[in-house]
């Protein structure tokens, strides 16, 4: 379903966060911005892996928050999960 003229509804993705912190977000976003609607969704696993062919397909989430550490730089960084702190970002 499209958003009506003036409504938008996003999609954003982030790692586990506590139900509170999440309501909270939601609040802030409808309080400053009454227009838009964000639902927020906790990464599931694999999802980095799966980002390319969602992007194919057309059905990336308008916003993906990663933590920097679990999120590959450049394709020679190897899988998502790579904790080595001593690469240049």
Do not use: C, N
Request: aromatic residues 4%.
């Amino acid at each position: 379903m499209r958003p009506r003229a003036g409504e938008i509804d996003l999609v954003h993705v982030s790692g586990s966060e506590p139900e509170w912190s999440l309501e909270a977000r939601r609040r802030a976003v409808t309080e400053k911005y009454p227009d838009i609607t964000v639902e927020f969704q906790t990464l599931v696993p694999g999802l980095l892996d799966q980002l390319p062919a969602l992007a194919a397909a057309g059905k990336l989430p308008d916003i993906i928050s990663l933590q920097s550490l679990r999120a590959p730089v450049s394709p020679a960084d190897g899988a998502a999960g790579r904790s080595d702190q001593s690469r240049k970002i």
